[in-house]
T-cell receptor, first 114, second 116 residues
Framework: GAVVSQHPSWVICKSGTSVKIECRSL??????MFWYRQFPKQSLMLMATSNEGSKATYEQGVEKDKFLINHASLTLSTLTVTSAHPEDSSFYIC??????????FGPGTRLTVT | AQTVTQSQPEMSVQEAETVTLSCTYD???????LFWYKQPPSRQMILVIRQEAYKQQNATENRFSVNFQKAAKSFSLKISDSQLGDTAMYFC?????????????FGTGTRLTIIP
């Protein structure tokens, strides 16, 4: 149990467009979901924490208006990169957590902005 | 702020040998959990082992064990009888508060290569 999926696994978009990444907990209800960003050969950096039905909490330095997070249900959170630019190219990973449980990670989404 | 330090960017070891990855952390919390995650080339994060800070006994999961030194804030991972499938990035992680409550802080990672 405790499977988290992400869609798409890889997306290429043109500079200036927006792209949405979905994170789903397939077999459990996630009270909290987290979004991370990972540059090549680097560690995971937390971008934001989202709780179902409330606004996301962003880490310092993360632009709220650029990285829109919606946690509309207990099984789905979305990350929308608005007006994407090449510097937004990265690997985005989500994780989901049941109450008082560990975080379960999705397989990640590779975003390439051309 | 929570900090997690991994001082070994890369390590390599012969298959079947034992290897130890180091991690130090800083926290103001009294009760907390520490984690080791593995990220293979697929980039899927996999939990290897976790340690509860209030337990004196070191955690063990099959070939994986930890050496937890709370006073020194040290949390090393020992992999025994290493296998080719252990080749991966390994990240030490600490939560900002108690278990199951909020965000993880990751170390910079150690790239482990198991040599056939």
């Amino acid at each position: 149990g405790a499977v988290v999926s992400q869609h798409p696994s890889w997306v290429i978009c043109k500079s200036g467009t927006s792209v949405k990444i979905e994170c789903r907990s397939l077999d459990f209800q996630a009270t909290t979901m987290f979004w991370y960003r990972q540059f090549p050969k680097q560690s995971l950096m937390l971008m934001a924490t989202s709780n179902e039905g409330s606004k996301a909490t962003y880490e310092q330095g993360v632009e709220k208006d650029k990285f829109l997070i919606n946690h509309a249900s207990l099984t789905l959170s979305t990350l929308t990169v608005t007006s994407a630019h090449p510097e937004d190219s990265s690997f985005y990973i989500c994780s989901a957590r049941r109450q008082t449980d560990e975080q379960y990670f999705g397989p990640g989404t590779r975003l390439t902005v051309t | 702020a929570q900090t997690v330090t991994q001082s070994q960017p890369e390590m390599s070891v012969q298959e079947a040998e034992t290897v130890t990855l180091s991690c130090t952390y800083d926290t103001s919390e009294n009760n907390y959990y520490l984690f080791w995650y593995k990220q293979p080339p697929s980039r899927q994060m996999i939990l290897v082992i976790r340690q509860e800070a209030y337990k004196q006994q070191n955690a063990t999961e099959n070939r994986f064990s930890v050496n937890f030194q709370k006073a020194a804030k040290s949390f090393s991972l020992k992999i025994s009888d290493s296998q080719l499938g252990d080749t991966a990035m390994y990240f030490c992680a600490s939560p900002s508060t108690n278990f199951g409550n909020e965000k993880l802080t990751f170390g910079t990672g150690t790239r482990l290569t198991i040599i056939p």
